[in-house]
Every structure is written in C-alpha cells, then in structure tokens.
C-alpha cells in the first residue's frame, strides 16, 4: 500500500477525511520526517495505548509526517515492549531513588503500586531522550542521504 491509497482510503473516511487534504502532512522533507518519526517513538514510550492515534493528532498539530509518525510507533511492538519497560523502569529506578521490594506474602497490586513511580520516571525521560536522539539521527541521515544523490 503506498502514500496514494492511504491518503485515497483517509478521503473516505468519516471522522479522518480532513487529514488527506493536508498536503503537508504527507510531505517527505527532512524536517517534517525527522519531527513525525521522532512523535511516533517518543509516544511509542510514553504511552502504551492508543500510539497511532495520539501519534497522528500531534503530528496534525505540530505538521509533521503522519507516515513517519504512525509507522515509528512500531517500536513497541509484541518483541520489543517487555525489553524496552524493563530498561524504561531501570532509568526509573535509578533517577527516583525508588526500587521494589519483593516479598512473598506481596499481591500483584502492592507489586504495581510500588513499580508506579519508578516506571512514570523512567517512561517520560527515555521517551522525551529518545524523541530527541530520533529526531537528531533522522534528521542527520537524512541529509547525508541527500548529500550522496547530489554527488
């Protein structure tokens, strides 16, 4: 499916057809592409569900590529997402000071309550680090892919 049939199938949509019209919200330019790949992961961390949707509505207000945005949501997907909330409560851990306790007698809910912290440190700060190092690595490829085609 390309950029032509998604934006043909978002005309038909009821509640999406105003974001086909935007022609800039579709546009490969390195700005727009770095900024839209950089909201999909950095929402990708951030927020367990509902990426794609969220991802989309900050892409449309901050103009950026909904392409790019929708499709690096995919970075938590069934292989990486246990990976990556393990690592995201680690920084959590070690920024907040905070770590579980285990004990035996303790339920899941006392277990989650106290991963609470920990885990909303570490989801904002690697979400907002690797916004950041999206958007700077994507954006320098970009321009060295460009810099090849010219030579």
Same mark, same amino acid.
């Given at each position: ?7 043909? +199938? &978002? ?21 727009? =592409?770095?900024? !839209?790949?950089?909201? *999909?992961?950095? %929402? !990708?961390?951030? @927020?367990?569900?509902?990426? $794609?949707?969220?991802? =989309?509505? /900050?892409?449309?207000? &901050? ?12 970075? +938590?997907?069934? /292989? +990486? #997402? ?8 680690? =920084?959590?851990?070690? &920024?907040? *000071? ?13 277990? %989650?309550?106290?991963? !609470? +912290?920990?885990?909303? $440190? ?8 690797? /916004?950041?190092? #999206?958007? !700077?690595? @994507?954006?320098? /490829?970009?321009?060295? =892919? ?6």
């Amino acid at each position: 499916m390309n950029f032509q049939q998604i934006k043909e +199938t &978002l005309a038909k949509s009821r509640w999406l057809g105003f974001i086909a019209d935007r022609h800039e919200l579709w546009l490969w330019q390195r700005h727009r =592409v770095a900024l !839209g790949a950089a909201i *999909g992961v950095g %929402i !990708g961390i951030l @927020i367990p569900l509902a990426q $794609i949707p969220i991802s =989309v509505f /900050f892409s449309f207000l &901050l103009r950026a590529n909904i392409g790019a945005a929708a499709a690096a949501t995919f970075i +938590t997907n069934p /292989f +990486t #997402t246990i990976p990556i909330y393990v690592g995201v409560f680690k =920084v959590g851990e070690y &920024l907040s *000071g905070e770590s579980i306790i285990y004990q035996e007698s303790a339920g899941i809910i006392e277990l %989650i309550s106290q991963a !609470g +912290t920990p885990l909303v $440190i570490g989801m904002v700060t690697c979400s907002i680090g690797a /916004f950041m190092l #999206t958007y !700077g690595l @994507i954006y320098v /490829f970009f321009g060295f =892919v460009r810099s090849r085609q010219t030579d």
